[in-house]
C-alpha cells in the first residue's frame, strides 16, 4: 500500500452555524406567534400594533422619482449621486440647523438597521472593546456588538459608565421603545463627556421628526456640538417620515473622519443604496408638505390610543415623541399582552427592549385609520 493511501483524512474546520447562534440573542418575535394567532382569531381581525412599520402610502412624488430613475442599468455609488449629497446636505441644515455640512460630512446607507448591526464590524471593533446602548433600547445594538464579538453594556446616563475600553456609545433620542426625548442640555452634556474620553458618540435620530409633546435637537445641531462634528454621527432614516421602509433608505451624518474610512470599507462590501432608491430620496427630503401632512395622520391616531388606554386603566410613560406609547398596567408585560391579544389587539411586551421594560408593552400607532379605530372600540369594550 502506498504511503499517500495511509494519509489520515484532512480535517475542515469550518465556521458552525451552532457558534454563530450562540453570539446572537434568541430572535423575540418568534415568542409573540402565540398571541399573534390569538388575536387573528378575533372576528373582526387582528389589529397589529406590534411593529412600527408604516402602512400609508409612499408620496406620489416619491413614487414618480423612482420610476422616472427606472431604467438604471449600471451600477450605482455606494457615496450616492451628487444630488442624493446636495439633497442630504441641504435637509440637515434646513430641518435640522446643522451648519457647514459638506459632501464629506455624509454617507448614504441601506436603511438604518443594518448600519445599527455592523456599524462596530465595520469600525473594527472587536474583543476587549465596549460598545454602550441605553438600558431600554432597540435590540439591534446588542446584536451589533455581538456580530463584532464586542462586550456591550447599558446605561441610565452615559456620563456613569466606565470609559476605559469604551469605543462605541449609542445614543437614541427620540427613543425606541420609550419616545424619551434628552433635551439640548442633555445632549451637549453627554457630546462633551464623549469628547473629554475620546469616545466615538453615535446618535440613532430616527424619529427626530416625530415630535408630539417635545422638539427632539439633534446633536449635529451647534447648540449641542459647539459647532464641530468631531467624534460625532447621527443616523437618519426616511422609513418613518416618508413611508420608505420598503425603499431601504437612510444616511449618516457627522464627521468625515469617521465616515471617510465607513465609506472606503463600504465601497469594498458592496453596501449600496439603489440608484432608483437614491433618486426617491432626493426627491423625499427635498419636500416638507407629504412629511406634515403624514405627521398629522399619526397625531390623530396617537391621540385616539392614548385617550383609550388612559381609559382603560393603563398608565402611558414618556412617550413624548416617536411612532410609539410605552404603557403599563403595572403587571408582567406578557399578562398585557395576552389580555390584548384576547381583544384581538396585538402589541410588543416591554421586555424585548431590556429587562427594564418587563412591566411595559410597546404600542405602535402606525395602523391604518380603520384599525386603529377597531382597537379603540375594543378598549372600551
Not at 457630546?191 to 430616527?206: F, T
Not at 447621527?234 to 457627522?254: C, D, E, Q
Request: proline content about 8%; charged content about 20%.
Amino acid at each position: 500500500m502506498s504511503a499517500v493511501s495511509q494519509r489520515p483524512p484532512v480535517a475542515h474546520h469550518h465556521p458552525s452555524t451552532a457558534s454563530l447562534r450562540d453570539r446572537l440573542p434568541v430572535f423575540p418575535w418568534d415568542k409573540l406567534e402565540p398571541y399573534k394567532k390569538t388575536a387573528a382569531a378575533h372576528p373582526d381581525g387582528i389589529v397589529d400594533l406590534s411593529v412600527g412599520t408604516p402602512v400609508d402610502p409612499v408620496p406620489e412624488l416619491v413614487q414618480k422619482a423612482l420610476i422616472d430613475a427606472a431604467d438604471s442599468p449600471g451600477y450605482p455609488t455606494v457615496w450616492g449621486t451628487p444630488a442624493l449629497r446636495d439633497a442630504i446636505t441641504g435637509w440637515l441644515e434646513r430641518r435640522l440647523g446643522a451648519r457647514g455640512v459638506t459632501h464629506h460630512h455624509v454617507l448614504p446607507i441601506v436603511g438604518s438597521k443594518e448600519l445599527v448591526a455592523w456599524l462596530p464590524t465595520q469600525l473594527g471593533l472587536g474583543p476587549g472593546d465596549t460598545v454602550a446602548h441605553p438600558r431600554l433600547a432597540y435590540p439591534t445594538y446588542e446584536v451589533g456588538a455581538r456580530l463584532a464579538r464586542a462586550d456591550h453594556v447599558v446605561y441610565d446616563d452615559p456620563r456613569d459608565l466606565d470609559p476605559t475600553h469604551l469605543k462605541l456609545l449609542w445614543l437614541n433620542s427620540p427613543s425606541n421603545p420609550t419616545g424619551k426625548v434628552l433635551s439640548k442640555d442633555e445632549l451637549t452634556g453627554i457630546v462633551a463627556w464623549a469628547r473629554e474620553h475620546g469616545v466615538l458618540l453615535v446618535s440613532d435620530e430616527c424619529y427626530l421628526e416625530l415630535g408630539w409633546e417635545a422638539d427632539p435637537v439633534s446633536v449635529l445641531h451647534p447648540d449641542v456640538n459647539g459647532g464641530s462634528y468631531d467624534g460625532l454621527v447621527a443616523v437618519h432614516s426616511l422609513s418613518k417620515r416618508s413611508n420608505l421602509a420598503g425603499y431601504r433608505a437612510a444616511f449618516l451624518a457627522g464627521d468625515p473622519a469617521v465616515l471617510g474610512p465607513l465609506l472606503e470599507i463600504r465601497k469594498h462590501g458592496g453596501m449600496m443604496t439603489s440608484a432608483p432608491t437614491q433618486a426617491a430620496v432626493v426627491a423625499a427630503l427635498g419636500d416638507d408638505t407629504h412629511v406634515q401632512e403624514q405627521r398629522e395622520r399619526y397625531a390623530a391616531r396617537r391621540t385616539a390610543l392614548r385617550e383609550a388606554l388612559l381609559a382603560a386603566g393603563f398608565r402611558i410613560e414618556h412617550s413624548e415623541a416617536s411612532l410609539y406609547l410605552w404603557a403599563t398596567r403595572d403587571e408582567p408585560c406578557w399578562d398585557t399582552v395576552g389580555a390584548l391579544a384576547e381583544r384581538g389587539i396585538l402589541v410588543a411586551p416591554g421586555e424585548f427592549y431590556g429587562a427594564a421594560g418587563e412591566r411595559f408593552v410597546r404600542i405602535a400607532f402606525t395602523a391604518t385609520d380603520e384599525r386603529v379605530a377597531a382597537a379603540v372600540g375594543r378598549l372600551a369594550g
